[in-house]
């Protein structure tokens, strides 16, 4: 309570948050979503979508997809995304016959932040269902990465919600 008594300003991008400390300070707090510009994250025309998959994907275009955009460190996590990629994949296959998924992971996997990737893909044995986006990418290059997703995975431990996956819901 003192450090709120003692702030000027409370600007709040979780509602729930907003809710609770609005709740015993409503003079000093504000409500801000979360927001971007629509011009920059945006869904593709219909017409667009195979072509995009095609380009980023090659001939895994009609793979299920899923994408990634964290910093490798290990308070993100990815050693633990690609360990329940695998279950998917072991899963999918047991239940359907195949391996048709990819993970478009957009990160260093060289990080000294967090786990050699590489080696933890090759340990998991999911080499073919993993590809690694490593350049720095505009936003439209960004936007069309994706478009071309079906899912965004963002965990973390002691970490609020991911920019990456309000970029991703906008696209």
């Known amino acids: 309570r003192v450090l709120y008594e003692s702030?000027?300003?409370v600007n709040c991008h979780s509602h729930k948050t907003y809710e609770l400390v609005n709740e015993q300070f409503p003079e000093k707090t504000n409500f801000i979503p979360h927001a971007l510009p629509q011009d920059v994250f945006f869904p593709?025309?219909?017409k667009d979508i195979i072509p995009n998959k095609k380009n980023i994907l090659g001939e895994n275009f009609d793979h299920f997809v899923g994408i990634l955009v964290n910093?490798?460190?290990r308070r993100k996590m990815p050693g633990d995304t690609l360990v329940s990629w695998k279950m998917f994949l072991d899963d999918l296959e047991e239940k359907h016959g195949h391996r048709?998924?990819?993970l478009i992971m957009h990160t260093d996997?060289?990080?000294q932040e967090g786990p050699n990737l590489?080696?933890?893909i090759e340990y998991l044995k999911i080499e073919k269902n993993v590809i690694f986006s490593t350049d720095r990418l505009e936003f439209?290059?960004?936007n069309r990465l994706y478009n071309a997703c079906d899912f965004c995975v963002n965990i973390a431990?002691?970490?609020g919600f991911g920019l990456s996956t309000l970029e991703a819901m906008q696209s």
């Open 7 to 9: 702030t000027d300003l």
């Open 140 to 142: 439209e290059q960004m």
């Open 157 to 159: 431990c002691n970490e």
């Open 109 to 111: 996997p060289l990080d």
């Open 71 to 73: 910093r490798n460190a």
């Open 100 to 102: 048709k998924a990819t």
């Open 44 to 46: 593709l025309d219909e």
């Open 118 to 120: 590489l080696k933890v």
